[in-house]
Structures are given as structure tokens and as C-alpha cells.
Nanobody, 119 residues
């Protein structure tokens, strides 16, 4: 599976962005996740989607929504009410079996897209 993330940018606090991750190769059978990494910090879990089931980090619950379009081989992350602490490089990830929040368990990664939220 090859993944390509896009949609990052600069936004003011309170604003919205939608990230996209285009995938190739058996997309519909994979668990898809979004993770983020701020400067000097560990990569952290944001959200995952398995078929139609979703799971979110507490820090983004109620503000972010993960979705997938299997016909377009794409997973999305709609981010609303953005905060400066959401600033990070966002990565999409895929795995055939793992459904958890540990980045090290995911086999496939996109290149990352930078989200910057100004105060």
C-alpha cells in the first residue's frame, strides 16, 4: 500500500482544515489511521477507522472526524475548532490487521503534511 497525504496548511485558531490520504492497493481491507508529530515530540495517535468503526484520541474527540471513501481509495480527517496545540506534521498510516493506537504497529505510512495553527 502506498499512501500520499495532503491538505495541510496554515490556519487560525478556531478554523478548519480537511486532510486527505490517497491510497493504492487493497485500500478497503486496511485499517486506516491518522497520527501527528509536533517538533521535539513523539508521534501520537489521532484517529483510526476500520470499515465504518472509528476511534479518536481524547484530545481531538468532538473536533476531528475521520472518514473513508473506498471508491476513491481515500481517507479523510476533517479538523474543526483547531487549536495551536494541534500544530504538527500529520501522517496517515495503514495496516491490514492492527486496530490500535501504537504507531509502531502500522506497516505503511504516508509522507506527512504540515498543519500550523496560529493563535
Amino acid at each position: 500500500v502506498q499512501l500520499a497525504a495532503s491538505g495541510g496548511g496554515l490556519v487560525q485558531a478556531g478554523g478548519s482544515l480537511r486532510l486527505s490520504c490517497a491510497a493504492s492497493g487493497g485500500f478497503s481491507s486496511y485499517v486506516m489511521g491518522w497520527f501527528r508529530q509536533a517538533p521535539g515530540q513523539e508521534r501520537e495517535f489521532v484517529a483510526i477507522i476500520n470499515r465504518s468503526s472509528t476511534y479518536y484520541a481524547d484530545s481531538v474527540k468532538g473536533r476531528f472526524t475521520i472518514s473513508r471513501d473506498n471508491a476513491k481509495n481515500t481517507v479523510y480527517l476533517q479538523m474543526n475548532s483547531l487549536k495551536p496545540e494541534d500544530t504538527a506534521v500529520y501522517y496517515c498510516a495503514a495496516d491490514r490487521n492492527y486496530r490500535g493506537s501504537y504507531p509502531s504497529e502500522y506497516d505503511y505510512w504516508g509522507q506527512g503534511t504540515l498543519v500550523t495553527v496560529s493563535s
